[in-house]
C-alpha cells in the first residue's frame, strides 16, 4: 500500500471515529437502502422491458443496469459504511471498481446503440426530449471517465500529473457522470414507454430509487473529500 492509499484509509478512519452514531447510522441506512432499491428498480425494469422480447427492450434494460445497479456498486465499494468488500486492500476495491465501471460503461453503450438502431428503423427523429439529450451526454462522459480510469491503475500513463490530483479529478468527474446517469434514469421514469406501464404511487417509489442513490453517493463522495481536507489540514 503506498502513502497516498495510506492517507485515504486514515481519513476514512478519522472519518468513522469523529462521526456521531447517529450521523453514522444514517450513512449505513442510506447505502444499505442504496444497495437493496437500486438492485429492486432494475429487477423491476428487466421484468417490465423483458430483454430480448424487442429491440427496444434492450435499451431500458442495459441504461438502468449500467447506471441503477452497476455503477452504483462500483462507487460504493469505496464506502466506509456500506461497502460490500470493507475488508479488501485498496488496490483490490480500484481495480474491481474499474472492471464495474467498464462493464457499465459497455452496457451503456450497448443500450445507446439499440435505441438509436430502433428509431432509425422506424423512422423517428433521435435526442428530441431532455431524457435523449441528456442520455447521450452521459453515455460519453462515462465511456470517457472508464477510459480515464487508467490513469489511476496505471499513474505513469498520465505524465505530469500527481496521483492524489488525478484521484481527485476522477472523483470529481466521475460524481457528475453517476449525477448525469441517475438523472437519465429518472427521467426516463416520465417517458411514455414506462408511464404506460407503472402509475399511481407504484410510480413515485419507481422514481425515488434511482433518487436516493445519487443522494447517497453524493454524500460519500463530498465526506471522503472533506476527511482527506481534514487529515492533511
Known amino acids: 500500500m503506498n502513502s497516498l492509499e495510506l492517507r485515504g484509509d486514515q481519513g476514512a478512519m478519522l472519518q468513522a471515529e469523529t462521526e456521531p452514531k447517529l450521523y453514522t447510522c444514517g450513512r449505513v441506512s442510506g447505502g444499505v437502502s442504496a444497495h437493496v432499491l437500486c438492485a429492486v428498480f432494475t429487477a423491476t425494469v428487466a421484468v417490465l422491458s423483458k430483454p430480448g422480447s424487442s429491440l427496444f427492450s434492450w435499451h431500458p434494460f442495459l441504461m438502468t443496469l449500467a447506471f441503477s445497479f452497476i455503477m452504483t456498486e462500483a462507487i460504493l465499494l469505496f464506502s466506509t459504511h456500506s461497502s460490500l468488500f ?48 441528456i442520455g447521450v451526454i452521459t453515455v460519453c462522459v462515462a465511456v470517457l471517465q472508464s477510459v480515464g480510469g487508467l490513469a489511476i491503475l496505471y499513474p505513469k500513463l498520465a505524465k505530469g500529473w500527481s496521483l492524489a490530483k488525478l484521484k481527485r479529478s476522477h472523483a470529481a468527474f466521475g460524481l457528475v457522470a453517476y449525477l448525469l446517469g441517475s438523472a437519465s434514469v429518472v427521467l426516463g421514469t416520465s417517458s411514455a414507454w414506462f408511464t404506460g406501464r407503472v402509475t399511481g404511487y407504484a410510480w413515485y417509489m419507481m422514481a425515488f430509487c434511482p433518487a436516493l442513490g445519487a443522494l447517497v453517493v453524493m454524500s460519500q463522495v463530498t465526506n471522503a473529500y472533506m476527511a482527506k481536507k481534514r487529515l492533511q489540514s
Open 86 to 133: 470493507r475488508k479488501a486492500k485498496h488496490q483490490t476495491k480500484a481495480r474491481l471498481h474499474w472492471i464495474l465501471q467498464s462493464l457499465s460503461a459497455s452496457c451503456a453503450v450497448f443500450g445507446f446503440g439499440a435505441i438509436v438502431y430502433n428509431k432509425h428503423v422506424h423512422g423517428k427523429p433521435h435526442f428530441t426530449s431532455w431524457h435523449g439529450l
